[in-house]
């Protein structure tokens, strides 16, 4: 066990940006920083590591939290996109730099643990964590277990086919939950109908005043319910919990989420459905409880970090 001085460091490295938090015994921040990352992203995680350790000497463990086919086991990635992680031990790489035990997790799982363990999701026996922003994904939360699936690759559900014969995916597929309901694809869709190139938070907020508005919006929230039903139906989970940049619309999301998942479901009551309470910097936090968890301690289970609810997009 590391001493009661001991701290504890995350890292959250992203395709254009990294972020590193240094948190003390009781999860009060000490450091909180966000770069951008850079080509070689593997020294510049190592780079990172040695420099929280030479600036704060009791950090007694590190966490890090990468997109991909995460192998947290053997501690490596398979295939990340435009990152140069593949097929490397990213924790015996850092260890072997900056001296401190190190643990590798993946970032959507990261983010539902942090969840799970004091953000929106606390207190449920079971929970299904879903980050929308450019891509969809999920992760899957049962007693004592964080489902990463037989090949890593659980939770992709942002390529689930929801129309047959639907507008085509940068997958290859057709119809998949990405293209109508990612802040990228409300985005998209709303450009190819009108020119406008904007965000899909303004699409939300034009709703009621631009018909095409109403009609991507509500295509999206279709889209979610019936991935949400098919996850609900298939698990049975007690708390669905959305986040990611889209979670920034709050109720304006989750009430119509609510309506069209209960109108799925008639003959059974779903899920409560909330937004996330550690917003963006949920996969952060998930880095430094795998930080702490690398020292041996389990101080992170009586962490209660403030709420980092995301404004805008
Ligand atoms: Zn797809």
Same mark, same amino acid.
């Given at each position: 066990m590391p001493a009661m001085s001991a701290l504890f460091a995350g890292i959250d490295v992203g395709g254009t940006s990294m972020k590193s938090l240094v948190v003390d015994q009781s999860g009060g921040v000490i450091n909180h920083i966000t770069f951008a990352t850079r080509p070689r992203a593997l020294s510049q995680i190592s780079a990172l590591a040695t420099d929280l350790v030479a600036h704060y000497p009791s950090v007694a463990g590190i966490g890090i939290v990468v997109p991909g086919t995460v192998d947290e086991k053997?501690?490596?990635? =398979?295939?990340?996109?435009? &990152?140069?992680?593949?097929?490397?031990?990213? @924790?015996?790489?850092?260890?072997?730099?900056?001296g401190r035990p190190t643990k590798l997790g993946h970032d959507g799982r990261g983010a539902g643990l942090a969840e799970n363990l004091f953000g929106a999701a606390h207190?449920?026996?079971?929970?299904?964590?879903?980050?929308?922003?450019? =891509?969809?994904?999920?992760? &899957?939360?049962?007693?004592?277990?964080?489902? @990463?699936?037989?090949?890593?690759?659980?939770?992709?559900i942002g390529h689930i086919p929801v129309y047959v014969d639907g507008e085509p995916c940068a997958c290859g597929q057709f119809g998949c939950l990405e293209v109508y309901s990612s802040a990228k694809g409300i985005a998209s869709r709303y450009e190819a109908a009108t020119g406008i190139s904007t965000s899909a938070?303004?699409?939300?907020?034009?709703?009621?005043s631009d018909p095409i508005a109403d009609a991507v919006w509500n295509k999206a929230i279709e889209a979610l319910s019936l991935v949400l039903a098919q996850i609900t139906l298939t698990l049975d989970p007690e708390c669905i919990v959305i986040g990611g940049g889209l979670s920034g619309a709050g109720e304006a999301l989750l009430r119509p989420l609510r309506d069209a998942l209960t109108a799925r479901l008639e003959w059974r009551t779903p899920p409560r459905l909330v937004g996330s309470a550690l917003g963006d910097s949920a996969g952060l936090w998930g880095a430094a409880v795998l930080g702490c968890e690398a020292s041996g301690s389990d101080a992170?289970?009586?962490?209660?970090?403030?709420?980092?609810?995301q404004q805008g997009h």
């Open positions: 053997n501690g490596t990635v =398979g295939y990340a996109s435009n &990152l140069d992680l593949a097929r490397i031990n990213i @924790p015996e790489a850092v260890t072997h730099a900056c207190g449920s026996r079971s929970s299904v964590v879903i980050p929308i922003g450019t =891509g969809i994904s999920a992760s &899957l939360h049962f007693p004592g277990l964080v489902w @990463p699936g037989f090949t890593h690759q659980s939770g992709e938070a303004h699409v939300q907020e034009l709703r009621g992170f289970l009586s962490w209660k970090p403030e709420p980092y609810r």
